[in-house]
């Protein structure tokens, strides 16, 4: 029924205005599904390999749309993402591009959910899906690789862990982000955004910290639920070994000092969420943090563990992070990002669903948290390819998809 009979690939813009990959996939029986490839700046060294969009069509139309097209079935996910995978040869996807791989693989999705006529979150998730939703971690104030002389931490990310739905937590979220830009405009402090749309302001961590924990206190008056805040540190962009550890603009912190300064930073300002604390190889650092904070605030791996399954059992084993970002073109294919999911949720590790600095109007996201009964969505708070995916989420509330 759901036999692929076709697969169209082509550039399309992201956010950041660079070509990225769109796949179409068509099956018999009239089904249809299109997605498109997100992008990182800040990416992680282990990552799957994103070739030049040009480049990775051209090698997943010689190498993959033959094995797909008459071969598999879109209703059969580990069908289509072993054929790419047996495409690409490597192990890395740097054959046929993780860019190419992870947009056929997100369209053959579709397409099956489109014959099936289920919503795309009850197709990958099960039927019992669908009514727990996760909490959106909006992107508020950033810098780092993400916006050039902004803070030196990457993100600062409202997290209304109270919020009674979804939909509110996504409103609370767009609070928070008009807030701070009336306490900037106050404090004279004017700014343009960054790749994420959250305020890029030329002032140093601690003022965030003191700006953002100002505006989520007063939305959470305002709209009567808890609203904690987190990190993305990023921190293997700021860690350089040569230099001594992580180099602030005023200093450079070795890496017992980092672990402190994290830690000190969850309880001044009961932090809810870390992510990327450390550099990228340092399971070490990750697990003395997690010893000293785990049990208050999610340590969450992202480019630790790039969604991979062997970097995530190194990190169970050593006790490394409590929770793992889930980044589908971190690894490729669906199959890849729900075996990242299912190894985290059996050793009790949380998992958070992630877009991509630089993404597209794709919502497949969305779809992917709530059929995996994801606790947390990073997906940013304002913006058009965010609020694709946070309307998304409103629509599945609505049962509306
Ligand atoms: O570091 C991150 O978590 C992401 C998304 O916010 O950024 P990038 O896509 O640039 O890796
Ligand atoms: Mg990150």
């Known amino acids: 029924m759901t036999l692929v009979t076709d697969v169209r690939l082509r550039r399309v813009l992201d956010s950041r205005g660079n070509p990225t990959v769109e796949a179409d996939v068509l099956t018999e029986e009239g089904g249809f599904g299109r997605a498109a490839a997100p992008s990182g700046a800040s990416t ?91 909490v959106p971690l909006g992107n508020i104030v950033g810098g780092g690789e993400h916006a050039a002389d902004a803070t030196d931490i990457q993100e600062f990310l409202a997290a209304p862990v109270g919020a009674p739905s979804v939909s509110e937590a996504i409103f609370a979220n767009a609070a928070v982000h008009g807030k701070v830009h009336d306490i900037l405009i106050e404090r004279d402090e004017p700014c343009g955004k960054g790749d994420e749309g959250a305020w890029a302001p030329s002032i140093d961590d601690s003022e965030a910290f003191e700006i953002v924990d100002e505006a989520t206190k007063a939305v959470a008056d305002e709209v009567g639920f808890e609203i904690r805040f987190g990190l993305d540190v990023a921190a293997a962009e700021m860690y350089d070994e040569d230099e001594g550890g992580y180099v602030y603009s005023d200093q450079v912190r070795s890496t017992e000092e980092q672990v402190e300064y994290i830690a000190d930073l969850v309880a001044e300002y009961d ?43 190194d990190g169970i084993q050593q006790g490394a992070a409590n929770s793992i970002l889930i980044k589908p073109n971190q690894i490729g294919t669906l199959s890849d ?48 390819e965010r609020t694709a995916k946070l309307n998304e989420l409103i629509r599945i509330e609505d049962n509306a998809v």
């Open 44 to 134: 992680g060294e282990y990552e799957a390999i994103e070739l030049p969009a040009a480049e990775a069509i051209a090698a997943a139309r010689e190498d993959a749309v033959p094995r797909l097209v008459g071969e598999v079935h879109a209703g059969n996910q580990r069908e289509v993402d072993a054929a790419l995978h047996a495409a690409d040869g490597t192990d890395d996807f740097s054959g046929i591009g993780a860019n190419s791989a992870v947009a056929i693989s997100m369209a053959a999705a579709k397409a099956g959910a489109s014959v099936t006529g289920a919503p795309l979150y009850q197709h990958l998730g099960g039927t019992f899906r669908g009514n727990t939703f996760p």
């Open 337 to 384: 990002a729900f075996d990242a999911i299912e190894l985290a949720v059996e050793n009790a590790y949380g998992h958070v669903v992630s877009h991509r600095s630089g993404e597209t109007e794709d919502a497949t996201i969305a779809h992917l948290a709530v059929a995996t009964d994801a606790p947390f969505i990073k997906t940013g708070a304002v913006a058009g």
């Open 271 to 313: 932090l809810k969420y870390v992510e990327d604390p450390l550099d990228e190889d340092d399971y070490e650092g990750f697990a003395d943090l997690t010893e000293k904070v785990g049990d208050r605030t999610l340590v969450c791996g992202d480019d630790l563990f790039v969604t991979n399954t062997d970097r995530l059992g």
